[in-house]
């Protein structure tokens, strides 16, 4: 089993930025890729960023050149969004994934908003 924990949203004004933190625990060592999901009433959730246990890492087209995802170590991911826009916002969730299933967080909120 794997925990993930989310941390780092919040309310931004529009062109702002924000840094998203998920710590994970317990069996870490099997994780194979981490990333962040987000998702909007009505909307299914989609990847934003992913990052392979090699560092490899891969953007959604709307996102590119405004985030960048990193890890800290075996248990910790990060996003960084620069250039937030109103479309931004959403419930983003941190996702691990071993060679058996995927792990969500809890979420957290992201509000970009004048």
């Known amino acids: 089993q794997v925990q993930l924990v989310e941390s780092g949203g919040g309310l931004v004004q529009p062109g702002g930025s924000l840094r998203l933190s998920c710590a994970a625990s317990g069996m870490i060592l099997n994780i194979i890729g981490m990333g962040w999901y987000r998702q909007t009433p009505g909307k299914e959730r989609e990847v934003v960023a992913t990052i392979t246990k090699g560092g490899i890492t891969s953007y959604v087209d709307s996102v590119k050149g405004r985030f960048t995802i990193s890890r800290d170590g075996a248990n910790t991911v990060y996003l960084q969004m620069l250039s937030l826009k109103p479309e931004d916002t959403a419930v983003y969730y941190c996702?691990?994934?071993?060679?058996?299933?995927?792990?969500w967080g809890q979420g957290t909120q992201v509000i970009v908003s004048s």
């Open positions: 996702n691990a994934a071993d060679p058996r299933r995927n792990y």
